[in-house]
């Protein structure tokens, strides 16, 4: 079969480096998202352990259509009996770009009437949920199912809001390209909910995120029911439970603090985690040549008209007191490298539909010190 992995713009490079890591070669990414082959095992193995990934699509048929005609024609000929039943409630996710089929709520409509004539009549839409994607480039239609349900940026672990949060696989598409490894200290002094330093304490220990939650692929026909337990039980032997380097998270806020905590605790990481109410011109880091990451406030995280400059130039004095830590952090306000300093490396990154800019800064090398 042949699966597509979606990621966001700006983390490709993650999610390739991510996938060579998981024995799927080096596949180019193309669009936004990456195509490798595999079976339901890869279907269940892909849910459970990739972090930067949002979503695993199997695709199921690809055609040119220049008109609604070709259009159900082309999705009528996939054997959608070999997936769905016909009480499926089947969701369209569609998107049209250059082509004739313009209209892409119509063109969903058509889609959903040939999925339905292929299993013989009018969908109950009863039963369970199963998304279908159409993606139409320059009039060639590529049609998927997605395998995932909900998106692989929800771990399970975050069911307490809080302001803003950066999404999860967001968070740990930047640690896979970091220079953060177990055995170097990390921290978070804008914690907020806990995503940034739970993420990186799950990569740290090779927690697959996928472990506590359930996709929609075990609920179509041909899937064995011993895939998933099998691809969790794989990922558990994996888990390195051994010493790793301090993890500090601190935050202004004693209810971020608290959310974080629980967070922590549902992701089983509590115990790996220091946890502090702290302002950030008061940090306080052990261990040397560590890496901080974190995301500042900014934008919808404030109240309208505060002047972000101060915070942002007492974050830059408080991370130079340590200056063989190396400092990452995504921010959406504007005065941000003119009040912390230039960056040695930047680009832009999209969290949720937020655009971002990451912002690196190299502490001193261990052979340099």
């Not at 193309?30 to 352990?49: H, I, P, S, T, Y």
């Not at 040939?114 to 480039?137: K, M, N, P, Q, Y």
């Not at 806990?194 to 993420?199: A, R, V």
């Not at 064995?224 to 337990?229: I, R, S």
């Amino acid at each position: 079969m042949k699966l597509l992995i979606p990621v966001a713009s700006g983390l490709e490079a993650a999610l390739k480096r991510e996938l060579s890591r998981l024995g799927y070669g080096a596949p180019p990414v193309l669009f936004g998202r990456a195509e490798v082959e595999g079976d339901w095992a890869d279907v269940a193995k892909l849910n459970v352990r990739l972090r930067a990934g949002e979503r695993v699509l199997l695709v199921l048929g690809r055609f040119r259509a220049e008109t609604f005609d070709e259009l159900f024609e082309g999705v009528r000929s996939i054997a959608w009996e070999e997936f769905l039943t016909k009480d499926a409630l089947v969701r369209l996710d569609g998107k049209s770009v250059k082509s004739k089929l313009g209209a892409v709520k119509a063109a969903g409509g058509v889609a959903k009437k040939a999925i339905a004539t292929r299993l013989g009549g009018t969908l109950s839409e009863r039963g369970e949920r199963a998304v279908v994607g159409l993606s139409v480039l320059e009039d060639n239609v590529t049609v998927t199912l997605d395998t995932s349900g909900d998106g692989l940026h929800k771990r399970g672990y975050r069911v307490l809001t809080y302001e803003a949060p950066l999404r999860e696989t967001v968070a740990a598409a930047v640690l896979e390209d970091s220079f953060y490894r177990a055995e170097k200290p990390f921290a978070d002094p804008f914690a907020g909910s806990g995503t940034i330093p739970i993420e990186a304490v799950l990569y740290a220990r090779s927690i697959a995120p996928g472990l506590m939650r359930e996709f929609d692929f075990t609920r179509f026909a041909p899937v064995p029911k011993d895939v998933l337990p099998r691809a969790k039980e794989e990922a558990r032997a994996e888990i390195y439970t051994g010493p790793i380097a301090p993890v500090f998270a601190s935050d202004l806020s004693p209810r971020a603090v608290g959310i974080a905590k629980e967070h922590a605790r549902r992701a089983g990481v509590l115990k790996d985690i220091r946890f502090e109410e702290k302002d950030v011109k008061d940090l306080s880091l052990s261990g040397r040549f560590g890496v901080l990451f974190s995301n500042p406030p900014y934008g919808e995280r404030m109240e309208k008209g505060r002047d972000l400059f101060p915070l942002y130039r007492e974050f830059s004095r408080a991370v130079r007191r340590y200056p063989d830590w190396s400092c990452i952090f995504l921010s959406a306000y504007e005065g941000a490298e003119r009040a912390f300093g230039r960056a040695d490396r930047r680009r832009i990154l999209y969290n949720a539909d937020l655009r971002c800019e990451l912002y690196t800064y190299f502490g001193r090398s261990p052979k340099g010190s």
